[in-house]
């Protein structure tokens, strides 16, 4: 048994023969399965001896039972991982990927149709992503890799006029890739049709375990829905339904393999729905908690999304809300209020009518949704000061309000 966060390492077993001194060792198998408990998973690895004649021992076994089960996990979005001067408890992007690729290649896709960033192309991380248009499958059946100049051999990945990954699919696998490498209990997070998180305290937040500070109560919950279309697709395929059976969902998809009838666009907005839910490392919290927070934007004296509290109001209309804070620096939070299930897009614009940053996202059902812009634009890059417009389309429900951003 190994809890988090120690790290799952097998033993190695011995072997003697009477005519040779040292035999070898030799993986044949290795195999990991999902715990009846939350949380936990059993990994198995299987050996046998050779000695210098080949023969060979019998099977020799070795079971591991991890449980992992956290109160917060950590992420980054695409916009960190794109961002050259992000630093996350005072270390750099760039380290921070260095560290996710030391041990092997990231590879993204399935074989055939795949994607490999090692260690010597960690910085291209940077220079590609945040990744933007519409999610799509690798246009080539070839196994590419990210060379040092940052160029897919032996085929091209198609780029857009700013040298980003033109495939937001892409870049969200990618980004949970990363995640799940520095923040490891992720992977066994349990998936449902709707999360909900809230933020830490200020202060240092740890990598690969829970935050060091307490959840900061005062602090809006946040709530994360995937389609029940991807769940789905998760149980007929056979995969963990968890963070790493999304994982698995998303790499078919960008191999244009079999989906089960979850779209791409469905399975991106799942990725990125993990992503940003506990992006800079946010608590679980029960969806059904609320936060007496003063009057919020629509006029309600406490939000609770997804709760059957009655103190707790939930949407009957569409409604956009006024940005708070407004003025801001470096970062607002804007809430949407959906009153059904439905795919929503909030857009946000510089006064010359020019697209600035983008967010997607779907509903399950009623409720209220909390969008952070963090007042960079679509590549990382920090805004000017000034007045920047804010528009919603949510089915058919449109508005857009006004915003100032200040240095």
Known sequence: ??????????????????????????????????????????????????????????????EITYKCEVDALCTHTQGFYGNRGGKFNGVETYELIKAALSDSPLIVGVSGRSLKIPYVSAHCVIVRLPAGTTPTVLPYTADCKLREDCLSHPKPIPMDNNGKFENVLLGQTITLGLNMRLNPPLFLFPLSETFCTQPALPGQDGLFGTPD????????????????????????????????????????????????????????????????????????????????????????????????????????????????????????????????????TLAVYNVAGQLVRRFDGTTGGAAFVDVTWDGRDMHGNPVATGVYLYRVNAGRFAATKKMIFLK
């Open 1 to 62: 048994m190994v809890e988090c966060p120690d790290l799952l390492i097998f033993d190695r077993p011995t072997a003697t023969d009477n005519c040779d001194p040292e035999p070898d060792l030799i993986v044949v198998d290795q195999d990991s399965l999902l715990g009846a408990e939350p949380w936990t998973f059993h990994t198995t690895r299987t050996w046998v001896a050779m000695d210098e004649c080949g023969n060979t021992s019998t099977e020799c076994s070795q």
């Open 213 to 344: 500070d307490r959840r900061n109560l005062n602090a809006p919950i946040g709530t994360y829905h995937i389609a029940k279309e991807v769940l789905r697709a998760i149980d007929e395929l056979g995969l963990w339904p968890t963070v790493l059976g999304l994982w698995d969902l998303a790499n078919r998809a960008l191999g244009g393999a079999y989906t089960a009838g979850a779209s791409l666009s469905q399975i991106n907005n799942a990725v990125d729905a993990i992503n940003r839910g506990f992006d800079g490392c946010r608590f679980i919290v029960e969806c059904n908690e609320h936060v007496a927070t003063g009057p919020d934007v629509f006029g309600n004296s406490e939000i609770g999304p997804g709760t059957s509290d009655p103190l707790v109001k939930l949407p009957t209309k569409f409604e956009l809300g006024q940005n708070y804070p407004n003025p801001f620096n470096p970062s607002t939070r804007i809430t949407i209020a959906v009153p059904e299930p439905c795919a929503w």
